[in-house]
């Protein structure tokens, strides 16, 4: 067996070698060796490296497709979801990309901050450069303002809580210390507005037909069944 030792390992190398070989060749031949390299031989590595090629030279529909050849192979990685966002907001397609920052976020530990490593630094850049692209949204505030809190900068967090706010913010934080106090939008967050949530034995949601102030109010309702103590 020791004698055959020799020609397993070159037969092995040789393979390798020609693998590595054959995804150059194949990078090379024009749309239809990009075709087999992209969808079928390359490894996910060449398969990255090769769409950020294309995305630094300017050639951004390859770049969409490659990126989305390595999202097909990968697409538990928050990096590949964020590496075609990034490549459909350079072309033009900003509208779509949102949905793969998203999804990047969700699987990266549902902020910005776990996916990049979770140091305050860190999230600083991240929310400065998702609002210079304008991809930041109130579910996305809602956990910067959670990380935030987190590290107990609550002015901070309610200052960039009340930025997104719009017409809910009813002069909070400066004159109001509650947010959408009168309850005339529904509540889009879980750290800074309310959360109404089930609990048995009553019925709770905005109501349009009485209001103290405003137009809404939040109306509860009794059952006198169960949980008469509302315990909740």
């Known amino acids: 067996m020791n004698r055959h030792k020799p020609v397993l390992s070159g037969l092995v190398t040789l393979f390798a070698l020609s693998g590595v070989l054959c995804q150059a060749w194949l990078k090379e031949r024009g749309w239809i060796g990009g075709l087999l390299c992209r969808d079928v031989v390359c490894e996910d590595e060449t398969v990255v490296e090769a769409a950020h090629q294309r995305l630094w030279r300017g050639e951004l529909d390859g770049a969409v497709e490659w990126f989305r050849a390595a999202l097909r192979r990968d697409a538990a990685s928050p990096y590949r979801w964020c590496d ?19 999804r990047a976020v969700e699987l990266g530990g549902h902020s910005p901050v776990a996916m990049l490593g979770g140091s305050q630094e860190e999230a600083e850049r991240v929310w ?3 609002g210079e692209r304008s991809l930041e949204d109130l579910r996305l505030a809602d956990e910067y303002a959670g990380f935030l809190v987190g590290a107990r900068q609550y002015e901070r967090a309610a200052r ?4 997104r706010g719009g017409s809910c913010r009813e002069g909070y934080p400066e004159e109001n210390r509650l947010f959408n106090g009168s309850f005339e939008c529904e509540p889009a967050g879980q750290t800074l ?4 949530t089930p609990v048995a034995g009553a019925a709770a949601g905005r109501d349009g037909s009485v209001a103290s102030a405003g137009r809404w109010s939040l109306r509860i309702d009794f059952e006198g069944r169960e949980n008469l103590e509302l315990i909740h």
């Not at 075609?84 to 998203?102: D, I, N, V, W």
């Open 84 to 102: 075609l966002g990034e490549a459909l907001l350079e072309a033009g397609r900003g509208e779509e990309s949102r949905q793969y920052f998203r």
């Open 128 to 130: 400065k450069w998702m």
């Open 160 to 163: 960039e809580w009340a930025a």
């Open 193 to 196: 507005d309310w959360r109404i």
